[in-house]
């Protein structure tokens, strides 16, 4: 096992009616004036923003409102909050949403902390924030983990860089989880954030060091309360115990329980933020379910054993002790299998990606040439357009 340092403080308010206590708590730690932060409108629809509004004003706690956050959040939206929040002397951000709404409120965060920077050097590592607005978040799609994680992803729409950057300053200060606010979510959006839980456990799964056997069995439980999950939400979207769980496992798939003690650079995240960035249209999760099985099949071979336990302990594969790749390939494709039961794609071709990309792709994976992704198999440019290839053909 390898070292670790860890500290989660974020602090959960988990199960239903939780919402109604968003004023007392940040009453609680004295906050004063508060972003209210949301996306294109689901919030609206439901009913949430009036009882979050009711619950602030109840407190006595002043707010302003910024609407409109897209999925795949862009960087223009960003300039907009930071500022709003500069003049309103806004000293606390409230995001009501899924991973795209946290992650722009993380970013307002940063900026609206350090004005004297500009808030997209930190997407691209040159530089750092000292200083943030801190951020809460009532959560309502169980997918991205960003209500329990220290990353934040955005994209810049003038040159369709996506990029994530992890940062202290990201990790929020609490996080209001009622599974019952996800019942709203539809099928595919429910079907992508099954995914998205999945693949952040099973990116540190299918990372380069070997002994973690208590993270390991964490990993592989979780992943099995996932799979159940999802195939019951996807049939019943109001099933509170499956709501329940995606939900919790969402959190604890992202806030590095799932990887510790292991190393690993999420590759398939890596080469679907191309995706997503190139094409806003496209959803994190559908990109990634659309990659994860090509991406196996390509890197299996330096790594058959993990895969091999990957199918015997997850997907109940029996063991090929003579034909161990057998074994390996059969729980690939009972990953594909279960995606495709959820409707999601596991091809490039259904996302109508234009093959004549993968080279673009390929090039800003690599920060144009800059680095190559280390893992199981260290990839470079040519192999992430040998990935991309393989994961085109419709199937
Ligand atoms: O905008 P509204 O109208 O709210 O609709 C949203 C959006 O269209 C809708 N939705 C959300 N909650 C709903 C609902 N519809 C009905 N009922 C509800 N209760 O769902 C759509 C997708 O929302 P979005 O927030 O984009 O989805 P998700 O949570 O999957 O977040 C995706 C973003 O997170 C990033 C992704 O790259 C992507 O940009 N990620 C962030 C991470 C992090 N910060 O730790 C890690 C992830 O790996 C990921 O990269
Ligand atoms: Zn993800």
Same mark, same amino acid.
């Given at each position: 096992? =390898?070292?670790?340092?860890?500290?989660?403080?974020?602090?959960?308010?988990?199960?239903?009616? #939780?919402?109604?206590?968003?004023?007392?708590?940040?009453?609680?730690?004295?906050?004063? =004036?508060?972003?209210?932060?949301?996306?294109?409108?689901?919030?609206?629809?439901?009913?949430?923003?009036?009882?979050?509004?009711?619950?602030?004003?109840?407190?006595?706690?002043?707010?302003?409102?910024? /609407? *409109?956050?897209?999925?795949?959040?862009?960087?223009?939206?960003?300039?907009? /909050?930071?500022?709003?929040?500069?003049?309103?002397?806004?000293?606390?951000?409230?995001?009501?949403?899924?991973?795209?709404?946290?992650?722009?409120?993380?970013? !307002? *965060?940063? *900026?609206?902390?350090?004005?004297?920077?500009?808030?997209?050097?930190?997407?691209?590592?040159?530089?750092?924030?000292?200083?943030?607005?801190?951020?809460?978040?009532?959560?309502?799609?169980?997918?991205? /983990?960003? %209500?329990?994680?220290?990353?934040?992803?955005?994209?810049?729409?003038?040159?369709?860089?996506?990029?994530?950057?992890?940062?202290?300053?990201?990790?929020?200060?609490?996080?209001?989880?009622?599974?019952?606010?996800?019942? #709203?979510?539809?099928?595919?959006?429910?079907?992508?954030?099954?995914?998205? !839980?999945?693949?952040?456990?099973?990116?540190?799964?299918?990372?380069?060091?070997?002994?973690?056997?208590?993270?390991?069995?964490?990993?592989?439980?979780?992943?099995?309360?996932?799979?159940?999950?999802?195939?019951?939400?996807?049939?019943?979207?109001?099933?509170?115990?499956?709501?329940?769980?995606?939900?919790?496992?969402?959190?604890?798939?992202?806030?590095?329980?799932?990887?510790?003690?292991?190393?690993?650079?999420?590759?398939?995240?890596?080469?679907?933020?191309?995706?997503?960035?190139?094409?806003?249209? !496209?959803?994190? *999760?559908?990109?990634?379910?659309?990659?994860?099985?090509?991406?196996?099949?390509?890197?299996?071979?330096?790594?058959?054993?993990?895969?091999?336990?990957?199918?015997?302990?997850?997907?109940?594969?029996?063991?090929?002790? %003579?034909?161990?790749?057998?074994?390996?390939?059969?729980?690939?494709?009972?990953?594909?299998?279960?995606? =495709?039961?959820?409707?999601?794609?596991?091809?490039?071709?259904?996302?109508?990606?234009?093959?004549?990309?993968?080279?673009?792709?390929?090039?800003?994976?690599?920060?144009?040439?800059?680095? #190559?992704?280390?893992?199981?198999?260290?990839?470079? =440019?040519?192999?992430?357009?040998?990935?991309?290839?393989?994961?085109?053909?419709?199937?």
């Amino acid at each position: 096992m =390898k070292n670790f340092d860890i500290t989660i403080p974020t602090r959960i308010l988990f199960g239903r009616d #939780t919402e109604k206590q968003v004023g007392a708590c940040i009453r609680e730690y004295g906050f004063h =004036k508060v972003l209210l932060h949301y996306g294109g409108g689901s919030v609206k629809k439901n009913g949430l923003l009036d009882r979050v509004e009711e619950s602030l004003r109840a407190e006595g706690i002043e707010y302003v409102e910024l /609407g *409109g956050v897209q999925a795949n959040p862009v960087l223009s939206m960003v300039r907009q /909050g930071i500022k709003l929040c500069l003049e309103e002397q806004v000293d606390f951000i409230l995001a009501v949403g899924g991973g795209s709404v946290i992650d722009s409120s993380k970013a !307002i *965060g940063d *900026g609206a902390g350090n004005p004297e920077d500009d808030v997209w050097s930190y997407f691209l590592k040159e530089a750092a924030p000292v200083h943030h607005i801190p951020v809460g978040v009532i959560l309502t799609l169980a997918a991205s /983990g960003s %209500e329990m994680s220290q990353s934040a992803v955005l994209t810049n729409e003038e040159n369709g860089l996506k990029r994530g950057f992890n940062s202290w300053t990201h990790q929020p200060l609490f996080s209001i989880c009622n599974p019952e606010l996800t019942y #709203t979510v539809n099928k595919f959006q429910t079907g992508c954030g099954t995914v998205d !839980i999945m693949m952040h456990t099973l990116e540190r799964y299918f990372g380069w060091s070997r002994d973690s056997a208590v993270t390991d069995r964490i990993a592989e439980g979780l992943l099995k309360a996932v799979i159940e999950a999802g195939r019951i939400a996807d049939r019943n979207p109001e099933d509170y115990e499956a709501r329940a769980s995606l939900m919790w496992a969402g959190s604890l798939s992202h806030n590095g329980l799932t990887g510790l003690g292991r190393e690993f650079l999420m590759q398939v995240h890596q080469m679907e933020h191309e995706l997503s960035g190139m094409y806003p249209r !496209i959803a994190h *999760g559908a990109g990634l379910s659309a990659l994860f099985c090509s991406w196996s099949r390509f890197v299996c071979p330096a790594a058959v054993e993990r895969f091999a336990q990957y199918a015997v302990r997850v997907w109940n594969v029996e063991m090929n002790f %003579e034909n161990p790749m057998a074994t390996a390939l059969a729980g690939i494709q009972a990953t594909e299998d279960f995606f =495709k039961s959820l409707q999601m794609p596991v091809s490039l071709e259904e996302l109508q990606v234009e093959p004549e990309k993968f080279q673009e792709m390929a090039d800003k994976c690599t920060n144009f040439g800059a680095r #190559t992704l280390p893992g199981i198999r260290e990839l470079g =440019k040519q192999e992430m357009i040998q990935i991309y290839q393989m994961a085109y053909p419709r199937r």
